[in-house]
Each structure stands twice: as structure tokens, then as C-alpha cells.
């Protein structure tokens, strides 16, 4: 297994799936996605309007991949998030992570997830019904 593989895809088309970031070496894939709710508190909404600084995006997720690297070791990802508008219902962002065993593929997971919303500069704005 290399080292990490990664992709970071910003765009405005939905996200494929299923889609896959391990091979015949990895025994665990784990794939989080994030949908889009039709509540934003008590209020309905029709969707989000995402929005993103790709370059600084892709700047902050390689900082983040080489600190995640370090912590949890070898592992592949692909991490995928929507841009533009996306209506309730429809996936917003994927992470899916790949590692020899199920245990470090959840926990890494949730470590990217977990910073991609706290530090990638990707912004979001409900449109109410």
C-alpha cells in the first residue's frame, strides 16, 4: 500500500457513487456521506448553497493529509464535496477511507471529516422554503 492516496474533487456536478479509494490490498473501506437536510433547525429549507476558495480548499485538505498521515499511518481517501446549490435530499460531501483493517478506516474517517468542516474554507447557505 502506498503511503496515501488522495483526491480532493470541488464540484458542482453530483457526487458518483458508488465510488471506491482502496485496492486488493486494503481489508476495510469506509464511505461517510453527508446529505443535505430539509430542516435547518425548525425551518425547511429546499437546499444549500455551497461555496468554496478552491485553492486555499486544496491548500488546507494537503496540510491536513500529511497530518493525518503522520497520526494514523498509511491509508487511502477520496474525498469529494459539491458546490453550487444542492437541493435537501442529495449528497453534499463523501469521504471514503481505505486501510488493511475496519477499526483505522472508521477512525480516520471521522478524524477528515471532522476537519474538512472545521478548516477547509468551504462555506454553506440554506435556502429556505
Known amino acids: ?34 446529505r443535505v437536510r430539509a430542516l435547518e433547525g425548525d425551518r425547511v429549507i429546499t437546499g444549500i448553497e455551497y461555496s468554496a476558495y478552491a485553492s486555499m480548499a486544496e491548500e488546507s485538505l494537503a496540510t491536513i493529509q500529511r497530518e493525518v498521515l503522520a497520526q494514523f499511518g498509511p491509508h487511502k481517501c477520496l474525498i469529494r464535496h459539491r458546490t453550487g446549490f444542492v437541493a435537501a435530499g442529495e449528497t453534499s460531501i463523501a469521504v471514503i477511507v481505505a486501510t488493511p483493517h475496519s477499526g483505522e478506516a472508521f477512525d480516520i474517517c471521522r478524524h477528515y471529516l471532522r476537519r474538512i468542516k472545521t478548516e477547509v474554507p468551504i462555506w454553506k447557505k440554506p435556502v429556505f422554503a
Do not use: K, R, Y
Not at 483526491?7 to 461517510?32: K, N, Q, W
Open 1 to 34: 500500500m502506498s503511503n496515501l492516496t488522495a483526491e480532493l474533487l470541488l464540484s458542482d456536478d453530483p457526487i458518483p457513487f458508488p465510488a471506491t479509494a482502496g485496492d486488493d490490498g486494503d481489508g476495510a473501506e469506509v464511505c461517510f456521506l453527508g
